[in-house]
């Protein structure tokens, strides 16, 4: 008796689940977003190491990020397949850290970025969304490096955006809205030129992409 009890408990869950679910995804929405940040210089500091080995072997660095990415969104939801979105993400400070004492832990970039991409997905009944986004992005990297800095116009760049999660969307009644519940992951890519002074290991060009790991709340209208 308990079995059925509990199966009829589960089925009234998943109908309310579906009542509360959006039947209509299309519309302008905004949400906001944080997140954990993360970076892959495409093998930058494993060239610089190996460059400054040559006079100090025992010379060791890396980047490491410090504190979250924010990340502001607003939409239009087409369809239940394809929305437009323009995104701007604050990805926190990016710091060198060295097993040199004299330099120690030093911030060299605080990367914004704003891009237009295609929000491509599926939009189910039950209000579930998996989606992905690609588009392009402008990406300041704010170097605070002013003496012979190692890239070409670094805090202007150009990039590819791209992005993977899931929604959901609650709806909140008719003439109320959604409410949009969202988790992913999101970035941006770009190719970064370096100097002609940078050294003899150091190759012309590095793809760089910088991502984060992301939980946010918005609105449907």
């Not at 993360?38 to 080995?53: A, E, H, M, P, T």
């Not at 006079?55 to 929305?83: A, L």
């Not at 709806?171 to 809205?177: A, I, P, Q, R």
């Not at 988790?183 to 793809?207: C, F, H, K, Q, R």
Request: negative net charge; glycine residues 12%.
């Amino acid at each position: 008796m308990k079995k059925y009890n509990l199966v009829a408990l589960c089925g009234i869950a998943l109908l309310s689940s579906s009542a509360f679910a959006s039947s209509d995804p299309s519309g302008f929405y905004v949400l906001g977003a944080v997140g954990t940040t993360g970076i892959d210089d495409g093998g930058y500091i494993d060239d610089l190491n190996d460059q400054k080995n040559l006079q100090d072997p025992t010379f060791d660095s890396e980047f490491k990020t410090k504190g979250s990415t924010k990340t502001y969104s607003m939409g239009y939801q087409i369809n239940r397949i394809v929305g437009v979105e323009a995104t701007y993400m604050d990805y926190g400070r990016i710091n060198l850290s060295t097993n040199d004492h004299s330099i120690g832990s030093e911030q060299v970039f605080a990367p914004e970025s704003f891009s237009v991409s295609a929000n491509l997905g599926y939009s189910f009944h039950n209000g579930l969304r998996p989606f992905a986004k690609i588009g392009i992005s402008y990406i300041d990297f704010h170097s605070s490096e002013t003496d012979q800095p190692p890239f070409k116009n670094i805090n202007e760049h150009g990039g590819i955006h791209i992005g993977a999660g899931v929604e959901y969307a609650l709806d909140l009644g008719e003439n109320h809205g959604n409410v949009l519940f969202r988790t992913g992951v999101e970035g941006d890519i770009a190719s970064m030129e370096t100097t002609d002074n940078s050294g003899p290991l150091i190759e012309e060009d590095y793809d760089w992409s910088i991502a984060t790991l992301y939980a946010g709340v918005g609105y449907r209208f």
